[in-house]
């Protein structure tokens, strides 16, 4: 069981990560309205 609870641990990990990778890369939808984007999730924006 722990070792389930491990894997699932990753995956979501890596979820996690690509989401908040893919997120840094984007801007808000709605018109007024982007929150603050923590300082880790700024240093994964990509420099083009």
């Known amino acids: 069981m722990k070792k389930l609870n491990d894997v ?10 690509a989401n908040a990778e893919k997120e840094a890369n984007s ?8 929150p603050k984007m923590p300082q880790k999730v700024k240093e994964l924006k990509e420099r083009k």
């Open 8 to 17: 699932a641990l990753k995956l979501l990990a890596k979820a996690a990560y």
């Open 27 to 34: 801007a808000c939808l709605f018109i007024g309205y982007q």
